[in-house]
């Protein structure tokens, strides 16, 4: 079941309407608009929430993403590497999405950093196939893995803060 907070942030997402794939050239543009449209949206909810946690772009086929997310735990910021490619049999098939520089870290990752979203949102990927894209990924694939991850692997020592340099800013 999806709690009040999740029906919040889904229901201030737009749902997408396009049934396309990086094959379906024209209608893939149509589809691509819209992601853009949802995740834009999403991150000025963000922002207005106080809630701003990830930057993302893709290359110029819409099929390559990439950027930065981040998790604020005792009042430190700790960033990661963000990518995933959009599976040829999208919208049908959620993307995989990989913190690379976490690949080895935790148990529920698969190799290359992909992490594990088998139980949970998968199935509610497939129940809202086309309407779901990549904002709904994050929102309720990446947010909630991140929540419950990060601060593990902190408790653990297997991730460690790391100071921003001069030029790393």
């Given at each position: ?153 902190i408790e653990k020592g297997v991730v ?10």
């Amino acid at each position: 079941m999806v709690d009040e907070g999740t029906k919040r942030t889904l229901s201030s997402i737009p749902l997408l309407q396009t049934k396309a794939g990086p094959r379906d050239k024209e209608l893939w543009v149509n589809r691509l608009k819209e992601e853009y449209q949802a995740l834009i949206k999403y991150v000025q909810n963000n922002k207005s929430a106080d809630n701003d946690w990830f930057r993302l772009e893709s290359d110029k086929t819409g099929t390559r993403w990439f950027g930065k997310c981040w998790f604020v735990h005792n009042l430190l910021k700790y960033e990661f590497d963000l990518e995933f490619d959009i599976p040829i049999t999208y919208p049908k098939t959620a993307p995989e999405i990989a913190l690379p520089g976490l690949d080895g870290k935790t148990a529920k990752m698969y190799r290359g950093g992909k992490i594990c979203l088998t139980d949970h949102f998968k199935p509610l990927w497939a129940r809202n196939v086309p309407r779901f894209g990549i904002a709904h990924a994050m929102a309720l694939g990446l947010g909630p893995w991140l929540a419950v991850e990060i601060p593990e692997m902190i408790e653990k020592g297997v991730v460690t803060y790391k100071e921003k340099t001069e030029e790393a800013k």
